[in-house]
């Protein structure tokens, strides 16, 4: 079974709106790590968000945040006031296992965004 | 900006011949790792080391070998390269801030093809 499974492969927004990028994650740990990342047409890996399984409270780190519904085993990624450069490829990834520091990544294969004007 | 670089960051080969790629950081992270990036697989983990001379495989290891002679060096060697091989190759580096926070930072990437 997949890991990490994002069902969107690819999105258009309205500049301006908010979007929802879904990612739900199969796992029997209890602790693990959730990641967000974006890559742009320029091909470099931007990390943008992290929540860990213990944490009670919605990562957010500006306009990223990362909705964690544990019972549902899923991790979307909201982006509010989206900006023509929010255009990319965007990854979920897990880390598995209590091993801090120690994140041996799986990645979900992606959603491209595409922001209209 | 974690002080990751990659080198070389393209590289065109011939099948069978061998490739060492240089992953190199200067802020003494302990763990490093190894991905590859391939259209519909999203990334891969290849090997990842946890220290000097300690390493482990990863998903996709098979037809690679990775060696970590100095804290701020990792290798990924395809010995003796496919054109399965043809991919983009990402190094990262772990980093863990004071309480709960964790981070992995991704260098620039190396694009190989194996013709």
């Known amino acids: 079974a997949q890991k990490i499974t994002q069902t969107q492969p690819g999105m258009f927004v309205q500049e301006k709106e908010a979007v929802t990028l879904d990612c739900t994650y199969d796992?029997?740990?209890?602790?693990?790590?959730l990641f967000w990342y974006k890559q742009p047409s320029s091909g470099e890996m931007i990390f943008l968000i992290y929540q860990g399984s213990y944490d009670e409270q919605n990562a957010t780190e500006g306009r990223y945040s990362l909705n964690f519904q544990k019972a549902r085993k899923s991790a979307n990624l909201v982006i509010s006031a989206s900006q023509l450069g929010d255009s990319a490829m965007y990854f979920c990834a897990m880390r598995e296992g209590a091993n801090f520091g120690n994140e041996k990544l799986t990645f979900g294969t992606g959603t491209r965004l595409t922001i209209i004007p | 900006d974690a002080g990751i670089t990659q080198s070389p960051r393209h590289k065109v080969t011939e099948t069978g011949t061998p490739v060492t790629l240089r992953c190199h950081q200067t802020?003494?992270?302990?763990?490093m790792y190894w991905y590859r990036q391939d259209p519909g697989h999203g990334l891969r983990l290849i090997h990842y080391s946890y220290g000097v001379k300690d390493t482990d495989k990863g998903e996709v290891s098979d037809g690679y070998s990775v060696s970590r002679s100095k804290t701020e060096d990792f290798l990924l060697t395809l010995e003796s390269a496919t054109s399965s091989q043809t991919s983009v190759y990402f190094c990262a580096i772990s980093e863990s801030k004071t309480g709960t926070q964790e981070t992995q930072y991704f260098g620039p990437g190396t694009r190989l093809l194996v013709l």
């Open positions: 796992t029997s740990d209890q602790s693990y790590g």
């Open positions: 802020e003494n992270h302990r763990y």
